[in-house]
């Protein structure tokens, strides 16, 4: 039987396989790829649909794609995920059937999916490649056809200076970079706060603001995806304050996300601190990625502030030092570490533990010379790849940075484009009170980096605990949040056996005084048809 003349069976399946790690990342708004030959198929439409209920958002994602050869194929369809989503539903139609995901464990799912192969009927198999990049292989994409693909993710907004932002990857890396037809992007955000200004810096949108919704909608005819859409809106908390949304699906416990706004009237505060710059400059950082590595830096040491002590560690197999111990910010000290970075080269190894182990002890040694006790000690940790020198085994590397934090250093992670390893970081991160985020490329990294030193100068809550009372709530996570600055939030899900009111308690200190906020919320009881905050809840449960 030719290729061309395959039989389609409605009974075919759809095996969906999460895996996990923290794999590389895909710039693609979708891409339906010939696996035999490797050419892009034709992408006809891209639809989009959000809904934002109170920074919790579900992405509904409809693209349909055409074979114009003369051949059945089998395909790999791309998507990548934003950083921390969740994909809640996927299914592909064929010869006018719809076929939803089935979700198997990957070993088994690769093995039906083969003997189905074999056998010459029409299955898919969805692969996450790391927590950005989702792969399917589909089988097969009949000839002069369309294929239809939806799928559905769900995630929680992050809010960084204030701004909201929703991003959705629609910037091509192929050489099909134009949708035939027609691009559609529309966003319906409810929120309990008032909600600013909203734009997007990348299209033209229009807005529509009503009592209970602002809807934002965009259309463009054979639109080339040269750029991610971006939407970003403001807001409007002006002081200290936590909110509460909570979902329950039926029959099971609900779920709830708790969220702490530091406040507008929060962002004028600024700390002396002692920062270190702990950065990767293996092998695998040459080329534009070291470029970019010693922007970072150079724009590191221009955000510092006088009064505010430093050092910046570049470690590869082994670790250099810019200076023995942290120093005071001044001129000369600035001039000399900008000298130091421009003189750093990409090569030799990936000695994980040993820079950690240099930074610490670095801030140990400083301490004992502070007549301020409480000034705050943060290090931004910098790399692109998984530990090869030294210490390799991630559970010592991070129990050994733990044994030797004996000055309560916050760890503030970046995984830069590559494989890095999210558990690594996550959890370096998680145990000291920091967090944790992936540069997807090396060109924001500068950015990346200048943000976060400029949000940690101003924070407004450390040493934070939450105490929820009532609704039978269980399985906070994480466990122990991180600081809270200006400009910035955090967030924490939890799961609630019983409907009703409930307590929030949180307690922080700040510059050494403490600080209560106590709350009142009501968990529903009514179920929904589905609750993406499970999803989400589950991700960080298993994460940690």
Known sequence: MSPSRLPVRRSALLLAVALAGFGPSARAAGL?????????????????????????????????FRNGADRALEATYLFPLPEGAGVSDFAMWIDGDRRPAVIAERAKAVAVYESIVRKRRDPALLEQIGKTRFRMRVFPVLPRSDVKIELVYDEVLDVSGGVCELRHPLRLDRAASRVRDDLTISVRIRSAVPIGAVESPSHAIDVIRSDDAIVVGMEERGATLDDDFVLRYA??????????????GANEDGTFLLVLNPGLDDEEEVLEKDVLLVMDVSGSMEGPKIEKAIRAMERFVESLRDGDRFNILAFSSAVRRFRDRMVPVDGEAREAAVKFVRGLRAAGGTAIDAALAAALDDAASTRPDDPDQERPVRMIFVTDGD?????????????????RNRTDVRIFAFGVESAVDGVLLNNLAAKTGGTAA???RGDELDDAVGTLTEKIARPVLADLAVRVEGGGAYDLEPHSPPDLFAGGQVRLVGRYAEPGPVTVTLTGTRRGRAVELIGTFDLPGRARADAPLRRLWAKRRIAF
């Open 438 to 440: 992936r540069v997807e």
């Open 32 to 64: 339906l790829v010939d696996a035999r030959g490797g050419e892009t198929l034709e992408l006809v439409s891209h639809r989009v649909s959000v809904s934002v209920d109170d920074q919790v958002a579900r992405t509904a994602v409809t693209q349909v």
């Open 235 to 248: 807001p409007d908390v002006r002081s200290l304050s936590m909110s509460v949304a909570a979902q329950r």
């Open 387 to 403: 530990p090869t020198v030294g210490e390799t085994d991630h559970r010592t590397i991070i129990e050994n940075a733990v044994a």
